[in-house]
């Protein structure tokens, strides 16, 4: 019987571990999904703090991008190996344009590549990321055998050594030259035996990813709410009460959808950003090709949002919930984010104005997070309004902690004069434990208890108000850091008429 003459990386690493542990298709992932978000965690932690433009290691993965936070994809040399971007009946069939395959069109990708893998290669049928940095090497596979998948991982020098050379071969094979630069940065970033405080902070972070298991049933508690009590929690009651420890099986297709559909997604826009990076384009191919890159970064973060709620739905504690959440300068998200709002309210022939004080404190979040719930949150706030409406976000401190409002403000009728008819909210209809669908616009988001949660996931608190003239309002709470957190700075107004 023929054989593939390479070993594929779950093969390299079950030669050095006594046991393979095979289990259900979702636990494996779980552990494969934790694991990542660990090793993120991991290098943010360990990166220098030098510019974002020294690179300061490599991210061989598959079968897309495993990391998405700025810092990482711009310090970080990154490769995705895949075997969907190329023409199987040919032998070599996906050609890299030159040997410096860097994307440089867009600044958070700007280190990353695409090498194939041929479809009947036993490493097409795995997801991998390797790792390679001054201060430690680390592979993770997640590998499927008759039905059941198994998850591995290995800190030992010597066996992601192993897994280089069996990945390294398939690189030889198809791009010579982009090998030896590969194998000069992994010769760089070699380290004899990481530091044992590297592999307890990962076991660490480990844990915190870890959703809890409901361990209360047999002490008669039953519920969450038992067991969260009085107080602040109970005034909560409407998001959690529905979350349950088990499984909900439409939970686990929307994890399933979100997951098939960001990945493709992703390749699409690699390819399109390599694209981009050719020097004979037309103005027309190149804005094309922008609206695609475009479309792709909205869905792939509409599709994150959707697996995070998912995941959500499923871990047992808020614990899980409430992971990374750390001090950070919401006017740098901001300054990325307001564009992008006016910018998706001028394509629906919206007005978007906007409040800020004059110096934005620290806030307490999830830097990752933030920025996409924030998206995800205008994004469904602006398909609800007619075309022509005005909105306002405010900005504003409160105590300890800074209110974010969306405010629908009344239009204005032939006269100039506000109009005073009632703002009628848009139908939607419940589509199982997360989503929710508006049939007048055929748009489906996230439902206001599994929105709520995931603002309790950054730390921060979700109200939605119903007012006869505005319609819904929006209103978002930071928590503050320091003593900062009491003071009011004056406003200033940037206004941008769409």
Known sequence: MYKWILPSLSEVLAKSQSTVAFCSSAKAQQQWRISLAATQQLLLNNLATVGTDVTQGLV?????????????????????????????????????????????????????????????DPLAKEQFCLVFTDKFRLVLVLTENDGQQAFLFSFDPEVVQQAWKALGARVMLSNPDLFAELEELVHKYYTPIPDYRIVMQFSQLLLAELPEEEGTRGWGLGT?????????????AEVNSHYSSSPIPDVEMLQAFAHEVRTPLT???????????????????IKHLKIIDRECTEQIDRMELLFRAAELETSATDKATNTHLTAM????????SIPRWQEAASRRNLTLDVVLPQQLPTVVSNPTMLDRVLTGLMENFTRSLPAGSHIQVQVIPAG???????????????????????????????????????PETGTISLNLAATKHLFQAIGGKLIVRERPRYGEVLTIFLPLEGAEAKENPKFKIQNSKL
């Open 60 to 120: 061989l993965a598959a079968p897309a991008p495993v990391f998405n936070h700025p810092k990482l994809t711009q310090s970080l040399r990154s490769i995705t190996f895949t075997a969907q971007v190329f023409n199987p009946l040919a032998l070599m069939p996906f050609q890299m344009p030159d040997r410096d395959v860097a994307i440089a069109t867009d600044t958070t990708v700007a280190n990353e590549s695409v090498l194939p893998l041929l479809k009947t």
């Open 224 to 236: 969450r709410e038992a067991v969260e009590g009085t107080g602040e929690r109970k005034q909560n």
């Open 267 to 285: 390749t699409i826009r690699t390819i399109t950003r390599l694209l981009l990076k050719q020097r004979d384009l037309s103005a027309k191919v």
């Open 329 to 336: 300068c919401l006017e740098e998200v901001l300054q990325v």
């Open 400 to 438: 300890d902690q800074l209110k974010l409002q969306l405010l629908p403000l009344p239009q204005e009728g032939d006269n100039g004069a506000a109009a005073k008819s009632i703002c009628t909210p848009p139908i939607r209809k419940a589509l199982g434990q997360l989503l929710m669908f508006q």
